[in-house]
Structures are given as structure tokens and as C-alpha cells.
């Protein structure tokens, strides 16, 4: 049975976020070719996982054996994140952009996640799986653009979800979606639209594909 780890780390809810109204196309269409799977659904908004810290973190370099009891306690809960992931066969992350970069949630999570030995450096335990991250953003970043040298959603999830982790990734990018609410962006609206309907048709071709994946 296929499992499907789908993050969403909006702050809105699902009828006002562009994020999520893209990865629950997705996840709909996932659940249509997987009626037996399994989707783990994790609301960092809501349910936000604690930071890294000092115990957690070098927990991660040392011999469990040797753990204090605070170290013992932040690594079970960083193992917890990490084992969900490993159990993953697809993954699903909204990470819209914020103040250029992905919500300070995500990178929480992946903080917790990353972890030199296992899943990253030489053995990248989920090298190779399907990682689908919508990356909705209120401009445009893309190639040619003004803010193009702005752009540290997919740059900075490219070098950590593919270089570190070895997952096998794929970007859906809304763009333009403050141009309904931006009257300086008024002209950019039917763009928006466009864009908004690309995502939305990109999410049931993709979530297919990588069902498909999964069944072959
Ligand atoms: C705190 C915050 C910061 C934002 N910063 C940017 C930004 O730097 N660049 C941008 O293009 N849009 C920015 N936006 C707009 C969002 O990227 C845009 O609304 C996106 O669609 C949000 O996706 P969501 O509705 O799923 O949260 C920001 C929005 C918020 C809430």
C-alpha cells in the first residue's frame, strides 16, 4: 500500500491559501489512482514541529549510547520526523514564498529531517523518492523576470530536497497570486488566472504520473 507524506506549511486555511488549493488537487487525484493508500497529512501551521536545538542537533553526531537524557528526548522526537519520511513512497509540500524564502515551519521540518548518515551525506535513506513541492509565490521569479536573483524557494529546496537528500523533485509554481488583491498588479491578473489554472492541471498530471510510479 503506497503512502503518501503530504506537508502543507501555509498559514492560511485551505479556502484562502494558493498553496493548498494546489496540493490538495494533487492529493485528490493521488488518492483516485491509490483508493487503498495512505496519506499522512502534516499541518505545520497548525501543528508546528519544535526547532532544532543544541541537544537535538548533537544528538545527531553521537553515539545514542552515550545521549543525556535531553538529548535522548529531542532526537526521539527528530527521529519520529525522519522515519515518517522514510516510510514515504511520494511526498507533497506546499512551501509558498515568504519574504523570499520558504515559512520559517518548513525549514523547522527540515532541519529535524536532515540528518548527516542517514538520510543525508553518503546514505540518503530516501534517495530516489518523489518529492512534489507547490511553490506558490504573490510575484514572478521565473527566468528573464526583474526579481529573477530573488528566487530562494526553489533554488534553496533544489540544493537540500535533490543535492542533500537525493529525492527525485519536481516544482509546481502559482505565481502572481497577490496580483487579485495588489491593485498595482491589476494588469497581471489574467497571468495570475493562468498561472493558477497551469498549477491546478500540472497537480492531477503529476500526482498521475507519480502514482503511477508507484504501481509500476
Ligand atoms: C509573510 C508573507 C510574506 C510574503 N513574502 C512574499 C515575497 O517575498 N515575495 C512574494 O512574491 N510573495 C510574498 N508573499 C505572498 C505569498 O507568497 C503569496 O500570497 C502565496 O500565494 C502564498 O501562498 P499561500 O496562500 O499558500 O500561503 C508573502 C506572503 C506572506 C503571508
Redesign the pocket.
Given at each position: 500500500m503506497a503512502t503518501l507524506l503530504h506537508i502543507d506549511s501555509?498559514?492560511?486555511p485551505a479556502d484562502?491559501?494558493?498553496?493548498?488549493a494546489v496540493t490538495d488537487a494533487f492529493r485528490r487525484t493521488w488518492q483516485e489512482q491509490h483508493p487503498e493508500g495512505t496519506v499522512i497529512h502534516r499541518d505545520l501551521a497548525t501543528n508546528p514541529v519544535p526547532h532544532i536545538t543544541a541537544h537535538s542537533h548533537t544528538a545527531g553526531f553521537s553515539d545514542p549510547a552515550t545521549h543525556s537524557p535531553e538529548q535522548a528526548a529531542a532526537f526521539a522526537e527528530r527521529l519520529k520526523l525522519i522515519e515518517e519520511l522514510e516510510r514515504a513512497d511520494a511526498v507533497l509540500i506546499?512551501a509558498?514564498?515568504?519574504?523570499?524564502t520558504i515559512p520559517s515551519t518548513l525549514k523547522a521540518w527540515l532541519d529535524n529531517v536532515v540528518l548527516m548518515g542517514r538520510t543525508a551525506g553518503n546514505a540518503q535513506s530516501v534517495k530516489g523518492t518523489p518529492v512534489t513541492v507547490v511553490a506558490?509565490?504573490?510575484?514572478a521569479y521565473g527566468p528573464g523576470t526583474p526579481r529573477e536573483g530573488y528566487e530562494y524557494v526553489q533554488n534553496y529546496l533544489s540544493a537540500i530536497l535533490t543535492d542533500f537528500l537525493g529525492a527525485d523533485l519536481q516544482f509546481i509554481v502559482?505565481e502572481l497570486?497577490?496580483a487579485p488583491v495588489n491593485p498595482d498588479m491589476a494588469d497581471l491578473v489574467p497571468l495570475f488566472e493562468a498561472s493558477r489554472e497551469r498549477a491546478l492541471e500540472e497537480a492531477a498530471t503529476k500526482a498521475k504520473q507519480v502514482a503511477q510510479r508507484l504501481v509500476a
Open positions: 501555509s498559514v492560511f484562502a491559501s494558493s498553496s493548498r506546499g509558498p514564498m515568504y519574504n523570499l506558490s509565490r504573490g510575484g502559482p497570486t497577490m
